[in-house]
């Protein structure tokens, strides 16, 4: 199996530690390495076939932190255009070079048991020549509006779940109703044999494929400045978006293996713990002092200070949109 580690997000949802200069994946929330070194750690039992798909600004950062990946396996794009073009690019590329099975793995996430990890991606691959994709699914423990759902059937010839649709972050109501119809979560991990994947995202999606085509026919001939006019001229879009949610022969492998995107200040505390009696989360080099205050995100980093109460948690992103765009001297929407 070869392994696809997406890295190249940029991340509002954990400001002030997630910045542009410093998203997500660089950062070491839960231990002394970051969340991208970790997954890859994670990866290795399994296979040492790796790749990372980032941004050109962050190639240094990832060859830093996983000095053991040789530089031509980190597939570094001349701008940001979300997981869509990063995973069909990779695809096309994987195909010409002996079209291995490959797992697109977000580099942010975590799990408790990397065992049972490895496990979902091993059996989800047995399945890959008989989907079109295989996505890994996670039974919920609760109704979460923050979370995509795959509406999943069971098949009798089959030890995976058939993907009967995927339901992007629903409200609190329809996210009940999934979890008691027994949807899964979309862990967004995704297994397939890249030929076939490439056959069902040009069925679904022509336009977006043949322009990631022009991209990767401008890189491979060297011609970094056509390479990069493609590239930027690609619609920003997701591959759930692009190509799964539409999709055909999806199918599924439950993820029971501890999952948490670690996506949300909340999350951090479920996985860290809080940090006081009051079940507050305190990131911060200096003592804090908060009286009053239970519940909440307080968290101190390079592009400011966060104080935030987690059922306000929603409201952040756009917050911090707000932030920047006063920061660049734009006038508020």
Known sequence: MRVL?????????LWPLSTDATPKQFLALLTGRSLLADTAAR???LTREIYVATSER???????DLPSIPVERILAEPCRRNSGPA?????????????????????DQTVADAAAFRASLSAAAEGADTASVVVLGVPPTRPETDFGYLDVRPDAKSASLSVFRFVEKPDPLRAEELVRLGCLWNAGIFVFRPSRFLA????VSADLVAAVERYETARVSGDRAAASAAYEALPD???DYAVMEKAAR???????????????????RELKGASDAHGNLIISDQPVVAPG?????????????????FDRERELKAAVEALRREQAGEKPR
């Open 237 to 239: 879009i997701s591959i």
């Open 43 to 45: 990866l290795e039992p």
């Open 58 to 64: 962050h190639a240094a950062r990832v060859r830093e």
């Open 5 to 13: 580690l997406l890295a190249g997000g940029g991340g509002t949802r």
């Open 87 to 107: 995973v069909l690019a990779a695809a096309i590329a994987f195909a010409r070079d002996g079209d291995p099975i490959t797992a697109a793995v977000p580099s």
């Open 200 to 203: 069902e995202a040009r069925r």
């Open 293 to 309: 205050i239970s519940n909440s995100a307080i968290v101190i980093g390079p592009e400011g200070v966060l104080v935030m109460p």
């Open 250 to 268: 999806v199918r599924a492998v439950p993820l029971r293996a501890g999952w948490s995107d670690a996506g949300t200040w909340r999350a951090v």
